[in-house]
């Protein structure tokens, strides 16, 4: 399983970095912050070609089999990071297409980070509906939440299980 996971929070040493570098570590994968990419809004006449977004989907769709998204709760859902990123998906539907036909069969996860342990309903909607939208297979997903400098035993343990959840599903 290669995996890779794209951290979308607005600060790459916070909470949601934090989180997924135990994520990372678990499961031997790399990580691309977001917010370190020049990512451009969707746009309906393409005129973000040259930024940074082709070629990491390119990187992704050639290189990997799962993509998690770990996101910051932010206004009750994703990050703007992370909704740009999903936007600029639709430039494979409407322009590289060849490229949209490969995430199909892919695997797709989402990780959420918070204030608090209380995870937000609707949260994971957007990712498991997109996963389906674009033909690929939705395999799960985990809330945490950074209070204090020290993780939590609970985050700790949640992720430890996420990852193992990850891997039986991949590996099913
Ligand atoms: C713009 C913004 C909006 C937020 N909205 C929520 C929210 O709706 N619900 C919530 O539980 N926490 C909310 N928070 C708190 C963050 O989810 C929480 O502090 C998270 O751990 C921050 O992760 P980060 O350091 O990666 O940005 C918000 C924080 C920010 C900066």
């Not at 859902?77 to 430039?91: L, P, Q």
């Not at 498991?128 to 939440?145: C, D, F, P, Q, R």
């Amino acid at each position: 399983m290669k995996a890779i996971i794209l951290q979308g929070s607005a600060r790459t040493e916070g909470n949601t970095a934090k989180v997924s570098r135990v994520l990372q570590e678990k499961l031997n994968c790399d990580l691309v912050h977001l917010a370190d990419k020049n990512i451009g809004h969707f746009d309906y006449d393409y005129k973000n070609e040259g930024d940074d977004f082709y070629p990491l989907i390119k990187n992704i769709a050639e290189n990997y089999d799962l993509i998690i998204f770990a996101s910051p709760v932010y206004w009750y859902t994703m990050s703007g990071y992370t909704k740009v990123f999903f936007d600029r998906i639709s430039d494979l539907i409407r322009v590289h297409k060849d490229l949209g036909r490969e995430l199909r069969g892919k695997s797709m996860a989402a990780l959420s980070c918070g204030y608090g342990n209380t995870e937000i309903d609707s949260f994971f909607i957007p990712f498991e509906k997109s996963a389906n939208y674009l033909g690929m297979n939705y395999i799960g997903n985990v809330h945490t939440w950074v209070q204090t400098d020290q993780l939590d035993q609970e985050v700790i343990q949640r992720i430890e299980n996420f990852a193992q959840q990850l891997t039986n599903k991949f590996n099913a």
